[in-house]
T-cell receptor, first 112, second 114 residues
Framework: NAGVTQTPKFQVLKTGQSMTLQCAQD?????MSWYRQDPGMGLRLIHY???????DQGEVPNGYNVSRSTTEDFPLRLLSAAPSQTSVYFC???????????FGEGSWLTVV | AQSVTQPDIHITVSEGASLELRCNYS??????LFWYVQSPGQGLQLLLK??????LVQGIKGFEAEFKRSQSSFNLRKPSVHWSDAAEYFC????????????FGGGTRLMVKP
C-alpha cells in the first residue's frame, strides 16, 4: 500500500543545474499537485493537475514545469535551479474534489 | 480569495498541560478545514478534518477541533499534551477552487517542556 511516493528524498544541486522530482501514486487518483514548504509560510501550491493531460499553475509556478502523461505520475521539473528554490517539496493526490488529500513524505532540495 | 492565518508561530506548553492552537480563515462560504501535523524531517499527517455536520471534530492522537462559523475559526485542542506531540501543526482550507487544492496557514511550532 504505497500511497504517494516521492523521489529523491534529499538532493543538492548547483545553481543552473536541472533536475526532476518524481511523484507517483497508486490509488488511481485524478487530482495531483505539488507544494513547496518554506519556514513561516506553510505550504504553497506550485502546480496542479485534475487528470492526465491537464495541468495548471498554482500560487508560485515560476521556475517549475510539470506534465501529466499518465494518471499515476506527476513529475516536477526545475530547468535552471536557483538558490530561491531551496525548499521542501511535497506531492499530493486525491480522488476527486472534496476528497481526502494524501501527501508524499517530502523531498528536501538544496540549491547552492 | 481564501486565506488561513495561524496567529501563533511558536507555542511552548508543559507536558500534561492542555493545548489550544488557533486557526482563522477567510472564505465566502463554508469551507472544508483540516489540521495536519509534521514531525521534524517528516511528511504531513492528517489529524482531523471538517467537511460538514457536527462542529466538534475528533481526530487521531487525542486531538479535537471546533468549527466556529461566527468567529471564522477552527482551533485545535488537546486536553493533555505528551512530549511526542512536539511538532509543527498546519491548518488548511479547501475551498471551491478547481483541482481540490489546499490553502495552508503558516504553521505553529509546538514545543513541550518536561
Amino acid at each position: 500500500n504505497a500511497g504517494v511516493t516521492q523521489t529523491p528524498k534529499f538532493q543538492v544541486l548547483k545553481t543552473g543545474q536541472s533536475m526532476t522530482l518524481q511523484c507517483a501514486q497508486d490509488m488511481n487518483h485524478e487530482y495531483m499537485s505539488w507544494y513547496r514548504q518554506d519556514p513561516g509560510m506553510g505550504l504553497r501550491l506550485i502546480h496542479y493537475s485534475v487528470g492526465a493531460g491537464i495541468t495548471d499553475q498554482g500560487e508560485v509556478p515560476n521556475g517549475y514545469n510539470v506534465s501529466r502523461s499518465t494518471t499515476e505520475d506527476f513529475p516536477l521539473r526545475l530547468l535552471s535551479a536557483a538558490p530561491s528554490q531551496t525548499s521542501v517539496y511535497f506531492c499530493a493526490s486525491s480522488r476527486t474534489a472534496g476528497n481526502t488529500i494524501y501527501f508524499g513524505e517530502g523531498s528536501w532540495l538544496t540549491v547552492v | 480569495a481564501q486565506s488561513v492565518t495561524q496567529p501563533d508561530i511558536h507555542i511552548t506548553v508543559s507536558e500534561g498541560a492542555s493545548l489550544e492552537l488557533r486557526c482563522n480563515y477567510s472564505y465566502g462560504a463554508t469551507p472544508y478545514l483540516f489540521w495536519y501535523v509534521q514531525s521534524p524531517g517528516q511528511g504531513l499527517q492528517l489529524l482531523l478534518k471538517y467537511f460538514s455536520g457536527d462542529t466538534l471534530v475528533q481526530g487521531i492522537k487525542g486531538f479535537e477541533a471546533e468549527f466556529k462559523r461566527s468567529q471564522s475559526s477552527f482551533n485545535l485542542r488537546k486536553p493533555s499534551v505528551h512530549w511526542s506531540d512536539a511538532a509543527e501543526y498546519f491548518c488548511a482550507l479547501l475551498g471551491d477552487n478547481a483541482g481540490n487544492m489546499l490553502t495552508f496557514g503558516g504553521g505553529t511550532r509546538l514545543m513541550v517542556k518536561p
